[in-house]
């Protein structure tokens, strides 16, 4: 089965950069999501197709994919930014489908 | 506006029942495909089950297969769960979210479903 494995926290200060990678088998050759989970709230897309952003989203967040890493970059990150983010892929080759990381915590110091 | 609202979790003994609602509204569900999501408590998201805009597509992940139907009724534009035999490992909260080719674009707020005798 597919796995996609993310680090379990990233720690970042106001201002500065965040970026949260999503390692795959060749996760390159497959399109990636990102979302986006505060506290007791339902997930939000805030990433699509790789680097696409939803309506609503700052330009802050960008996304890319290569190889065996996928990574989601927060630019000038805030304090409104700390949350879990989980990356995500259709992955019919192997039938499961879907298959989510295990998500990040990121904490805005 | 794209409202997703679920309804019908609650508390059930291992190896029960529970019907899983979800009722959309800003769009119709035959053009659009459809997931249930879960997340066990302070864990990670976990696909459970999709299906088509037409419904002739259905899949489930490998801990829910035989266990769970997923199911829509377009008049009333609204998603349904079927779980059957039910496991504690189902505890969850339960998604709905709409999907637009290969990722979800909206979501409900969920519905906590305890399995716990």
């Known amino acids: 089965s597919y796995v996609l494995t993310q680090p379990p926290s990233v720690s970042v200060a106001p201002g500065k950069t965040a970026s949260i990678s999503c390692g795959g088998d060749?996760?390159?050759?497959?399109?990636v999501h990102w979302y986006q989970q505060k506290p007791g709230q339902a997930p939000v897309l805030v990433m699509y197709y790789d680097s696409d952003r939803p309506s609503g989203i700052p330009e802050r967040f960008s996304g890319s994919n290569s190889g065996n890493t996928a990574t989601l970059t927060i630019s000038r990150v805030e304090a409104g930014d700390e949350a879990d983010y989980f990356c995500?892929?259709?992955?019919?080759?192997?039938?499961?489908?879907?298959?989510f990381g295990g998500g990040t915590k990121l904490t805005v110091l | 506006e794209v409202q997703l609202e679920e309804s019908g979790g609650g508390l059930a003994q291992p190896g029960g029942s529970l019907r899983l609602s979800c009722a959309a509204s800003g769009f119709s569900i035959n053009n659009y495909e459809m997931s249930w999501v879960r997340q066990a408590p302070g864990k990670g998201l976990e696909w459970v089950s999709y299906i088509s805009g037409s419904g002739g597509t259905i899949y489930y992940a490998d801990s829910v297969r035989g266990r769970f139907t997923i199911s829509k009724d377009s008049a009333k534009n609204s998603l349904f769960l079927q779980m059957t035999s039910l496991r504690v490992d189902d505890t969850a909260v339960y998604y709905c979210?709409?999907?637009?080719?290969?990722?979800?674009?909206?979501w409900g707020q969920g519905s906590l479903v305890t399995v716990s005798s």
């Open positions: 979210a709409r999907c637009r080719a290969s990722f979800f674009d909206s």
């Open positions: 060749d996760i390159g050759s497959l399109t």
């Open positions: 995500q892929v259709w992955d019919s080759r192997s039938g499961q489908h879907v298959v």
